[in-house]
């Protein structure tokens, strides 16, 4: 009897991101797909969306049918968990694939396109360790011609986890998983030192430990996101190569009381025995469950919409930012897809000055044959007990 595809996602699911998973799940499991025109169709019953979506336009003899739905997750969630099996997933049964999105390549942002993801798939093993873990480049803009220093070190140590890259075009010459800690550490040395005033990561290695330089204070506590998943990926990666004995972060500009039982480098740090500098580690509090379906987020309402303007109307998407997911590009009726800003200075609204944010709408659509622009706000208001 052939199971069906369940995607469960914190994103807006794209029809390009759904093909590429079509053709990887097809290959993966030895069978041919063909792809039509792939629609996403809200499922209702008595007039009342279920919170599922279908999905039409495939066809593969391994699969009956596919369905999205939209979760929640708890800390560090990937984008996409996919189950197959015949009923809709519960919490206790295993995914497929975890994949993060990205539609950030490093010409954009060093960091962001493959530190600040890292960590990630790091945290996941806590919760499914045999999951095979993806990172797809969904790419907008065109990808850089030549990689930086640092997308080639991260990528080369996700290769070495045991991510697959997806959606870009890497050159096998360059792009291979290290074959032993010295080499990280060569490596890394070698790299474009980082600018006067800024605590570089580097690896020193003695032999009782390796010690890990890195700030990790920001804002006023542990937040920095890029070494999170940096120095996350790369302990992962040296336990990986076996290296049994002390991971120790050093210079991270950490006090204890900044340090959480729940923070999610802490329970990264708890499972990878790492430790920090002068500080005390304490024992984490993991969450019991992964994800959870989301059954009342402002985005359900902003991406149904999304949805259904796409699939049965003829207006066309300008910018989408939905609650919780990765904001969009602008995207004009001529020319390239234009980045938004989200703050006048991101430094000052995360250290608390609220004003610094730009306004930005959930949604923005065209109705090109009225000449109609219509900016959408989702809000989530209580109306008291559901029906």
Known sequence: MKNNLWFLTEERPKKEVLATIFRKFAKDYGSAVFIDTLRIFPILENDKFTFTYEVTGFRCNKVNRVYVKTVSGNSSFVDFLIFYQEHEPTQKDQPIYAIEETKTDDKESRNTGVYQRCSKFVFIDNYFPNTKKIMLYNLQIEQKEKPTDTYVFGTKLLLTLGVEILGKKLDKKIFTPFKNINEIISFKADMRKAPKGNVPILLTKSKDKIEISGRLFKNNGLSHDPNIGALSIISAVLRKLRWKKKIEITQHGLEQKHVGKTNKFIQIANKLN???????????????????????????GTIFIHLVVENFANGQLIFENHAGCEKGYFIPLEGEPIPLAKYTNREKYKAGNKSEIIHIPDLVLLDLSNKIVIDIEGKNINLGKRE
């Open 274 to 300: 790492i430790s920090l500098y002068g500080l005390k580690v304490p024992k984490a509090e993991m969450n019991e469950v992964y994800w959870k379906y989301d059954l009342d987020g402002e985005k359900l």
